[in-house]
């Protein structure tokens, strides 16, 4: 579901004695991080076990409507561990151009959403999915919570925060 507005953009602190400046010209915008979020080729997606030990997986993915779509297998880690915590992270893997979402995934079933990701996977990686009828693959959405952003080399400068939600 696309946002009425941007997310709300907050500057963390840093200690005086960094001198790292405070501009917010340099803070990177929320247009930038979702173009970043929607050129990225691979993903990264944190999930937690019952037990409480991280899990993390590589995988393509769709940024739309200012969630991220991938497709996995239901009896897959990270779909079990998200069928009893939805909570996730996911982030790009440029260590110097970081964009790290924080959010809440659930099961996408809605056709005509499923049909224009089809498209758009088939346009990203030369790949046409089928989650028809029972698939082995079920395609989930990530909407976030939260989004942190910087680029190097003066990451303190242009690092920021995105909040999403009332």
């Not at 982030?91 to 499923?114: C, F, M, N």
């Amino acid at each position: 579901m696309k946002l009425a507005k941007a997310p709300k953009r907050i500057r963390p602190s840093f200690p005086k004695e960094w001198n790292v400046s405070s501009r917010p010209d340099m803070w990177l915008t929320w247009s930038r991080t979702e173009r970043k979020l929607k050129r990225e080729l691979v993903y990264w997606v944190t999930s937690v076990r019952a037990d409480g030990r991280p899990h993390a997986a590589p995988l393509w993915g769709i940024w739309l409507d200012d969630s991220l779509f991938f497709e996995t297998d239901p009896d897959s880690v990270k779909a079990q561990n998200i069928k009893r915590d939805p909570s996730v992270i996911v982030h790009t893997q440029d260590g110097y151009d970081t964009v790290i979402v924080e959010g809440l995934a659930s099961i996408e079933d809605r056709p005509q959403v499923l049909k224009k990701l089809n498209k758009m996977y088939e346009a990203k990686y030369d790949y046409k999915p089928d989650w028809s009828g029972d698939s082995s693959q079920k395609v989930y959405r990530v909407d976030p919570t939260r989004v942190h952003a910087w680029k190097n080399p003066h990451m303190h400068a242009n690092m920021v925060k995105f909040v999403f939600g009332p």
